[in-house]
């Protein structure tokens, strides 16, 4: 019998094909895929993902149709059994090698969110949108919020498995403590 892993790793994944099989070599050449629980959570993708998906050693959920990037969360979280839970974009945006100091926080912290880097792939017509949630944020918690949107988390799992019944199915956002890609730490209390 397997002990039971101390962090699960969640991939939410919608028609990633040409990045999915990147970040999962990587996370097997780490060694993560053996130290940790990986999930990859395919939200009714239309393309290969899935394919691609089964080649390697993480255990696979399958949503028959796309229902958002929460959902696909929610669905790992559930099935999660380690005592934190990580989960990370599945297209290329969030280096893995931050994985490490994104875990390492989760000893002192509830949650810890990374940051974007400056070299980090975004989607330009949608930073408008973005910069208005997160100023609408910054303004409910009264203080600064400098990734709202990132896909890079870390967590305890109980904490947030408590919460699953009132976060919706669509994008899921919030923030109390960030790491960057430059591995300097911000401390928002």
């Given amino acids: 019998m397997n002990p039971k892993p101390e962090i699960s790793i969640i991939i939410p994944a919608f028609n990633e094909e040409t990045a999915i ?6 996370l097997v050449e780490k060694g993560l895929t053996k130290s940790c629980e990986v999930f990859v959570v395919d939200d009714g993708s239309t393309d290969e993902t ?9 255990k696979f959920i399958r949503h028959g ?3 958002g990037y929460g959902a696909a969360l929610k669905s790992g979280i559930r099935k999660a059994s380690g005592n934190k839970v990580v989960m990370l974009d599945s297209d290329g945006q969030h280096d893995p090698d931050n994985l490490d100091q994104l875990i390492g926080m989760l000893s002192e912290y509830d ?3 990374g940051e974007h880097g400056a070299d980090s792939h975004h989607v330009s017509n949608r930073k408008k949108g973005k910069l208005i949630i997160r100023k609408v944020g910054e303004y ?7 990734d709202y949107n990132s896909g890079f988390w870390g967590f305890d799992r109980d904490l947030i498995a408590s919460m699953l019944h009132i976060m919706p199915n669509g994008f899921l956002s919030t ?3 960030c790491i960057t890609n430059e591995s300097n730490t911000k401390n928002h209390d």
């Fill in 50 to 58: 899935a394919a691609i998906v089964k080649k390697f050693p993480v």
């Fill in 140 to 146: 409910l918690v009264e203080q600064k919020l400098p």
């Fill in 175 to 177: 923030c109390r403590h």
């Fill in 21 to 26: 099989g990147n970040l999962l070599s990587t």
């Fill in 65 to 67: 149709a796309n229902k």
């Fill in 111 to 113: 949650m810890v969110i």
